[in-house]
Each structure stands twice: as structure tokens, then as C-alpha cells.
């Protein structure tokens, strides 16, 4: 693996960290925002990756991911759990679905923001503008990496931070526990199914870490061509 690669990889995992912390941090504030403040007296509120590290999800398996290549780039993880009591929202179905579409709500947010700033690096210079236009292009990173100007390590740095958000968002809507899907999906089921549906549990997360690749791709392929394609306008 080259120097160049290695660089790559570790972009990829410092902005899994924070994409990962922005995520559970939002579940946090909006359980606060709703009534209960368990997450919040835990210090979760925050973007200190140390606060919701889980040491499986958020530190083995995707350094497992980035540095097997047997994965081909599937690069996925997950943070602590955020701790919500749900006794303490006044409409329980409502906010529990709101706590729940605040975490992948703000990866999607944090997605629009990177694509902003890539089309600020994109009009700001003719060099920003080919770095930007090169990723776009699905050229691969290295080539952007090895440029000489401060805009090329930001456009790789933005890029990936889109992408990335882009994926944890709709890893986390997939419906199987104990992904945020299933929270808002539970709510649809008859009372009865319920003890059966969570027992899904770890296994679930573990078949969609092996098998899941092509679903995830069929939702993120089409957000990252349009992306590309804004990318590529500017």
C-alpha cells in the first residue's frame, strides 16, 4: 500500500469518526428537545468522537473495512448507542420517530454542507475547480492527492465527507434492528410481531455487514451520480 493510500485511509476514518458523532450527538439533542434528558446528563450532546465510540463498530470494523480488501471499499460503522427513555417524551410515537430521523437527518445535513463547500473550492480557483471536477469525474482520490495546491487535500477531504454522510444515512434507515430503520419501522408493526422483529438483533446487523453492499448501492449509486453531476457544473 502506498504513502499516498495510506493518507486516503486515514481521511476516510478520521470523517467516519465525526460523521459518526454528528449522528449519535443528534439523537441526543433531539431526545433533550423532546423531553428526556438522559443522553444529554451523559455528555452526548457533543461531537467528541470519545463520547460515543463503540469499540467494534466504531474503531474494528471499519479499520477492518479499510484495510481488507476483500471488502472493496465498503466502509461502514457505528457509534455507541445514544441512550433515550421514551417514558419521558409527551407523544411517544412522534418523538421516538424524531429522535430516531435526527441521526441520519444530520448526515444528511452534514452531506449538503460538504457539497457546498466543494462547490465554493470548485469557483474559488482553476485549481479547485479540476480537483473538484477530477473526483467528480470518478477519477480516482490519489490523483487529487498528489496536486500541489491546498484546494486538492480539501476537495478529497469534502468529497469523501459527502459520500460518506450519504451512506451512513441510508445505512441507517435499512428496517433491521438495531439500525434506525427498525425504530421508525416498529411503530408500523402489529404488537404481536414486535418481540420476533427485535430479536433480530446483532444477527441482522452482521448478515447486512456481509450481504448488504447492493442495497445500500442502489440507494447511494443514484445520490452520488447526482452529485457528480452538480459537481461537474460548476
Known amino acids: ?11 476516510e476514518f478520521v470523517i467516519l469518526l465525526f460523521a459518526l458523532s454528528l449522528h449519535e450527538s443528534a439523537h441526543a439533542w433531539m431526545a433533550s428537545r423532546l423531553g428526556d434528558q438522559t443522553a444529554r446528563m451523559l455528555g452526548r450532546v457533543t461531537l467528541n468522537p470519545v463520547k460515543h465510540i463503540d469499540i467494534l463498530g466504531t474503531i474494528v470494523i471499519p479499520l477492518v473495512m479499510l484495510f481488507v480488501p476483500s471488502f472493496g471499499g465498503f ?16 407523544h411517544f410515537r412522534r418523538d421516538d420517530i424524531l429522535t430516531t430521523l435526527a441521526g441520519p437527518g444530520s448526515n444528511i445535513m452534514a452531506a449538503i454542507a460538504c457539497m457546498i463547500v ?17 473526483l467528480a469525474s470518478g477519477l480516482p482520490a490519489m490523483l487529487v492527492l498528489h496536486g500541489r495546491s491546498i484546494f486538492d487535500p480539501l476537495a478529497v477531504i469534502f468529497y469523501i465527507g459527502v459520500w460518506l454522510n450519504l451512506l451512513l444515512c441510508i445505512f441507517n434507515l435499512l428496517p433491521i434492528p ?25 444477527m441482522g446487523l452482521i448478515l447486512v455487514l456481509f450481504f448488504g453492499w447492493p442495497i ?15 459537481l461537474l457544473h460548476i
Open 1 to 11: 500500500m502506498s504513502h499516498g493510500q495510506i493518507i486516503l485511509k486515514i481521511f
Open 75 to 90: 466502509l461502514i460503522g457505528w457509534a455507541k448507542p445514544t441512550p433515550v427513555n421514551n417514558r419521558n417524551f409527551r
Open 118 to 134: 466543494l462547490i465554493g473550492i470548485g469557483t474559488l480557483s482553476s485549481n479547485g475547480a479540476a480537483a473538484v471536477h477530477t
Open 178 to 202: 438495531p439500525l434506525d430503520g427498525s425504530h421508525v419501522f416498529r411503530h408500523m408493526l402489529p404488537y404481536n410481531w414486535l418481540r420476533y422483529y427485535d430479536s433480530i438483533g446483532l
Open 216 to 230: 445500500i448501492n442502489f440507494f447511494l449509486s443514484p445520490a452520488i451520480q447526482m452529485v457528480n453531476i452538480i
